[in-house]
């Protein structure tokens, strides 16, 4: 395998220098479609070009930047190797999450035409459209646009201030009319690579540089609606309560109980709660709650809703309460083959760099190019397990460590 060597200084300035669009005093404000995130996008375009990359934005608002391989003129043009990741952050959110993948995709375009090193295969950089799903609360739209994974609740999507996809998707470049176009060939792309902070904690308190993610998790969401009555909270008997908010309680410890103590999923969350009438002197007669499971096993995905059923049932018959459970969202794991964990372990080794395998608990632009063509990820340290927040940090060396790792992945795909 040639030895080329990312810069990372530039590497670094990059980072920062895309972290300051979007910063204030509570974090990244660079929520997708927003006027900080065309500006985002605009700085990415312009270090594409500036790494020898022809630039085109896609029916999907995906900003694509592509260096030609080697191959071409001279014979069939190879399938293109594809990396990336999104600049779209959550609101108050981190300066690494997405954008690492993104700056270091175009580190390792640029190193090579540093180095004369043309590769066999086409090289795509992809900054995919609005990962995170804020505001519109439909996630990863770019990446599922290309993999034609596309869904009716994604042309009819409304953001939370009254505007429609179909009215926001131009602003970034995008077409929602011919978002077909968008879709890519499976005999196009030979694999695709992501460089990822990890957003938990595991590496950096084993003190692993790198790690190999096994598979990406699935995550079923439920809204449990919850009805009792409504009563005099001074005058009414405890035994005569049909109290929703005590049931809710039970139900909110359950989805601890299930993935903590019982371990029938890796891990579940009770995230929103909708109390009515919301008075601290009235026994609460409706409570609405938001909850999810994640694991990288769809069977645990099952058995935890079975789980959460069957105690909804017991909670409604022991405090004389109405519970619907209702599946709202399943989205399934994806496991990332063993060729592929391989090739990023090989990477990491070539590099000098310790690693571990772990799973990913988060989503992933990967998981949707996944269903298109071979993909791997290569995960970096967050400082404390922190992400999604303005203390969201991994440190220059670890960013450099990801994008050594991301460049020598590319090298041994091309060879391979």
Request: glycine share 10%.
């Amino acid at each position: 395998m040639p030895s080329v060597a990312i810069n990372s200084t530039r590497l670094n300035d990059n980072l920062a220098a895309l972290g300051q669009i979007g910063q204030d005093e509570f974090g990244m404000q660079r929520v997708a479609f927003s006027q900080f995130d065309v500006a985002g996008r605009d700085y990415v375009m312009e270090l594409m070009q500036a790494a020898g990359m022809s630039v085109r934005i896609d029916a999907g608002g995906n900003v694509i930047g592509r260096k030609e391989g080697d191959s071409s003129g001279n014979g069939p043009t190879l399938p293109a190797i594809m990396l990336g990741s999104h600049t779209d952050t959550v609101p108050s959110g981190g300066q690494y999450d997405g954008a690492l993948g993104v700056i270091a995709a175009i580190e390792v375009v640029q190193a090579l035409a540093d180095a004369d090193h043309a590769t066999r295969h086409p090289l795509e950089v992809v900054v995919f459209t609005n990962e995170e799903g804020t505001g519109f609360h439909r996630w990863l739209l770019g990446s599922r646009a290309i993999a034609g994974l596309w869904e009716a609740e994604d042309f009819a999507a409304v953001h939370d201030d009254g505007a429609t996809l179909t009215s926001r998707l131009p602003d970034i470049g995008g077409n929602i009319s011919r978002i077909a176009e968008a879709r890519r060939r499976p005999d196009e792309l030979a694999c695709y690579l992501e460089l990822h902070i990890e957003q938990g904690p595991t590496l950096h308190r084993g003190g692993y540089p790198i790690g190999i993610v096994t598979g990406i998790t699935g995550r079923s969401v439920y809204h449990v609606d919850i009805v009792g009555e409504a009563n005099h909270a001074g005058t009414t008997p405890m035994a005569l309560r049909r109290d929703a908010m005590s049931s809710a309680a039970q139900i909110a410890l359950a989805v601890r109980r299930i993935a903590g103590a019982m371990e029938v999923c890796r891990v579940g969350t009770v995230g929103s709660m909708d109390v009515h009438p919301n008075a601290g002197n009235v026994i609460p007669g409706r409570v609405q709650m938001g909850v999810e499971f994640r694991d990288e096993r769809m069977e645990s995905l099952a058995a935890a809703e079975v789980e959460l059923r069957r105690t909804a049932e017991e909670v409604a018959h022991a405090e004389n309460v109405a519970i619907a459970v209702t599946a709202q969202r399943n989205t399934p794991a994806v496991p990332i083959s063993a060729n592929m964990q391989q090739l990023a372990a090989d990477a990491a080794e070539a590099s000098g760099l310790a690693h571990v395998s772990l799973p990913s608990g988060a989503g992933h632009d990967a998981q949707a190019i996944a269903a298109i063509t071979p993909a791997a990820m290569i995960f970096v340290p967050s400082v404390g397990g922190i992400s999604h927040a303005p203390a969201e940090y991994t440190t220059p060396q670890d960013c450099a460590n990801g994008a050594q790792v991301l460049l020598n992945a590319l090298l041994l795909a091309d060879q391979r």
